[in-house]
C-alpha cells in the first residue's frame, strides 16, 4: 500500500470517527433538551451566564462565544427573558451597551442544565481505560485547535 493510500484511508477513517462522534454528541444534546425543557442554544447561553466572571455578558461577547448572528442571539435572548431567567440592562456609562445576566430562577436552571452536563460527562469518563484520561483530553484539544 503506497502512502498516498494510507493517508487516502486515515482521512476516511477520521471522517467516521468526526462523525460518530458528532451524531452522538447530537443525541446528547436532544436528550438534554428533553430533560430541561430548553433548547441547546438556551442551555449554552444559560451556562455561559452562569460562568461569567463579572456576572454579565455584554450581547457582543454573548455574540463572539456563541459564534451566532446578532438575530438569532437577540432571539435567543428575548426567549430566555419572558421566561424569566435573564435580565437585561442598559450600562450607565453608554447607554448603547447591552448586558444579560441571570435572575435567580435562571441560576437555579443553569445549575441544572450545568449539573446534568457534568454527570454526562463523569459518565464519559468513567468508561475510558484507567491513566488515559490526560491524553484524551490532550486528543481532542489538538482536535479542536486543527477544527
Given at each position: 500500500m503506497t502512502e498516498e493510500e494510507k493517508y487516502q484511508l486515515c482521512l476516511e477513517d477520521l471522517g467516521k470517527l468526526l462523525q460518530k462522534t458528532s451524531r452522538i454528541f447530537q443525541l446528547m444534546e436532544r436528550e438534554q433538551v428533553r430533560r430541561s425543557q430548553h433548547t441547546t442554544s438556551q442551555s449554552y447561553l444559560l451556562m455561559e451566564l452562569l460562568h461569567a466572571h463579572n456576572e454579565e455578558l455584554s450581547m457582543q461577547q454573548v455574540i463572539d462565544k456563541m459564534k451566532l448572528e446578532k438575530s438569532t442571539i437577540t432571539r435567543l435572548v428575548d426567549?430566555?427573558?419572558?421566561?424569566?431567567?435573564?435580565?437585561?440592562?442598559?450600562?450607565?456609562?453608554?447607554?448603547?451597551?447591552?448586558?444579560?445576566?441571570?435572575?435567580?430562577?435562571?441560576?437555579?436552571?443553569?445549575?441544572?442544565?450545568?449539573?446534568g452536563r457534568l454527570n454526562y460527562y463523569r459518565n464519559i469518563i468513567s468508561h475510558l481505560p484507567r491513566g488515559h484520561v490526560r491524553e484524551v483530553m490532550n486528543s481532542f484539544e489538538v482536535l479542536l485547535n486543527a477544527l
Open positions: 426567549t430566555l427573558i419572558k421566561q424569566g431567567l435573564v435580565v437585561r440592562q442598559k450600562k450607565d456609562i453608554d447607554k448603547r451597551i447591552v448586558t444579560i445576566c441571570l435572575s435567580q430562577a435562571g441560576k437555579m436552571i443553569a445549575e441544572q442544565v450545568y449539573s
